[in-house]
């Protein structure tokens, strides 16, 4: 079984940067592609950014590209997300994922594939 617990989110104003943290328990992060989601006030929990277990291939949503990195230390079990230039629509809760596998190459950016989740960490953008 994995638990995972994320940090690192806080009130920031436009143009900020945060960095996220997702520590595991459990077994290690190796073996499981990673992911991160957030969900506006109201809206549906949406893909922000994948990376596989090796740490090979990485995705993100369009909005973000340029701005977010996901990055990953299988040694710790530890999942990062870097954001720079935040913007008020980045405004959510922000959740880890994770989804075991035996292929380097796989992630998804489906919410309904993965088969763990942290408990979320708010981040608050202000203009």
């Known amino acids: 079984q994995v638990q995972m617990v994320e940090s690192g989110g806080g009130l920031v104003q436009a143009g900020g940067s945060l960095r996220l943290s997702c520590a595991a328990s459990?077994?290690?992060?190796?073996?499981?592609?990673m992911a991160w989601f957030r969900r506006a006030p109201g809206k549906e929990r949406d893909f922000v950014a994948a990376i596989s277990w090796s740490g090979s291939f990485t995705d993100y949503r369009n909005s973000v590209k340029g701005r977010f990195t996901i990055s990953r230390d299988n040694a710790k079990n530890a999942v990062y997300l870097q954001m720079n230039s935040l913007k008020p629509e980045d405004t959510a809760v922000y959740y880890c994922?994770?989804?075991?596998?035996?292929?380097?190459?796989?992630?998804?950016?489906?919410?309904?594939?993965?088969?763990?989740w942290g408990q979320g960490t708010q981040v608050t953008v202000s203009s």
């Open positions: 459990g077994r290690a992060f190796g073996g499981y592609a």
């Open positions: 994922a994770a989804k075991a596998t035996y292929s380097d190459s796989y992630y998804s950016t489906s919410r309904y594939d993965y088969d763990y």
